[in-house]
């Protein structure tokens, strides 16, 4: 890291709530003896549902260990990107070009709901759409951009822009990649901004948000459900679980379902002016093109805010992680050798086997889970689909129709994903 970094001055909180904290007047509540809905969990995907829920005239309740946000809410890039995990080519194979393309539209959509909440409840997080660039990190990466290219603008009727090495320079301040492709419908946000916000539209229509209620056991009887907490018991018509890369085994068939992968960032100190034009022109957001990918973007005060993986595991040393992240950077942006990082933090990703998001039901518990990385836009839609189906506003979402896949080795801990990470190493050394 720069030289003149220590580690005194390098802070291993999230810097989105370290920037902007918890509002110290967030309309919190007591537990409450019954509602018609429980939600467990306080981040996009909860508080997008129990907004969709108080609206509709429903009684509900947010029940968050921690404090609100407190996941991966606020502890991502701020990137809302199109499409999900997986190819779309792969949907197209698996469900077929119909089901496929209400996939992608839904991909579309989801970003758009996020702008529209921000309007509506008037949430003032940075909400930006000034694209994304997928930036190619070989010259076969760009090859196969160009087919991709064609490829959408065939199948799924949506343009993607194609951008030459030559001209890469328009775009981002590096030397290092060999082209790229840029999509103008991703936007990007201040994620703690966005969770507060939509926690106090929650309270505003009505919703209940319990901090510091650990739900430990949840038992069904006479119809209905009854959850002990450690604040109490709460009975509820209904339960919706909604804690994707957090899950545990309060529901076992549920963590079965999904896989925490941590997810490393660090962010740099304000840039000036002149640096921030050369690294981001057009203020774009970024990944490039790898299995173990980078993302990285300006950060609405002009900070640079670099992410990724080597490694799936969610307990690497925040330290260790920084100089490797750190060391990517200057590779990228070499003008940001010698300008300190100022934080260091992991979040956890939901991944499902089927790198898809699914909602469902077990043992008559509502769900929603499996964003992989795309949670900004797909939590916001999938949290505000199950507030809907619960208030019977609609009865079918396309992600409820697919299989949700398990594996037979796995049912708590995730022992093998060491190996599959040597696996996605071993494809980006040789692609």
Not at 17 to 34: H, I, M
Not at 104 to 127: P, R, Y
Not at 128 to 152: E, I, N, Y
Not at 260 to 265: A, R
Request: charged share 20%; glycine share 8%.
């Amino acid at each position: 890291m720069a030289s003149s970094q220590t580690k005194t001055q390098l802070k291993t909180t999230p810097f989105w709530t370290d920037q902007f904290s918890r509002p110290v007047d967030l309309p919190t509540a007591d537990l409450p003896t019954q509602v018609d809905v429980v939600v467990v969990g306080g981040g996009y995907t909860g508080l997008n549902a129990a907004r969709e829920l108080a609206k509709a005239g429903a009684s509900v309740a947010v029940l968050e260990q921690n404090n609100i946000g407190w996941g991966a809410s606020s502890r991502n890039g701020g990137i809302a990107i199109t499409g999900l995990k997986q190819s779309m080519p792969t949907i197209v194979k698996k469900y077929g070009e119909k089901r496929a393309r209400e996939f992608w539209n839904i991909s579309l959509d989801a970003i758009d709901l996020v702008g529209e909440i921000v309007a509506d409840e008037a949430i003032d997080c940075h909400f930006s759409r000034k694209g994304h660039v997928t930036l190619a990190a070989k010259p076969a990466h760009f090859a196969a951009m160009q087919k991709k290219a064609a490829w959408f603008e065939y199948v799924l009727r949506h343009k993607l822009h194609l951008v030459h090495q030559t001209a890469l320079r328009h775009e981002i301040g590096s030397e290092v990649f060999y082209g790229g492709l840029i999509d103008e419908w991703t936007a990007s946000l201040h994620p703690g901004k966005y969770v507060y916000g939509l926690a106090e539209a929650v309270s505003r229509h009505g919703g209940l948000l319990c901090e510091h209620t650990a739900v430990t056991r949840i038992k069904k009887e006479n119809g209905r459900f009854k959850l002990y907490t450690s604040k109490g018991k709460v009975a509820a018509n209904e339960v919706l679980v909604a804690t994707n890369g957090y899950t545990d085994r309060l529901v076992p068939k549920l963590k079965s379902r999904v896989l925490p992968v941590g997810s490393y960032t660090i962010v740099t100190e304000p840039l000036t002016p002149a640096l921030q034009e050369r690294i981001s022109p057009k203020g774009r957001t970024f990944t490039d093109s790898r299995i173990f990918l980078h993302y990285f973007r300006l950060t609405p005060d002009g900070r640079l805010l670099f992410g990724g993986r080597s490694n799936m595991s969610t307990n690497l040393d925040l330290l260790d992680s920084a100089r490797h992240l750190y060391m990517q950077m200057v590779h990228i942006f070499p003008d940001l050798r010698n300008v300190p990082i100022t934080h260091s933090w992991m979040g956890k990703v939901g991944f499902t086997f089927d790198l898809m998001p699914h909602m469902g039901r077990v043992n008559g518990i509502h769900y929603a889970m499996g964003y992989a990385g795309h949670g900004v836009s797909l939590a916001t839609y999938l949290g505000t689909e199950a507030g809907k189906l619960l208030s019977g506003q609609i009865h079918y979402s396309p992600f409820m129709a697919i299989p949700h896949p398990t594996r037979f080795f796995y049912r708590s801990r995730a022992w093998f994903l060491p190996f599959a990470a040597w696996y996605y190493r071993f494809w980006d050394w040789i692609s």
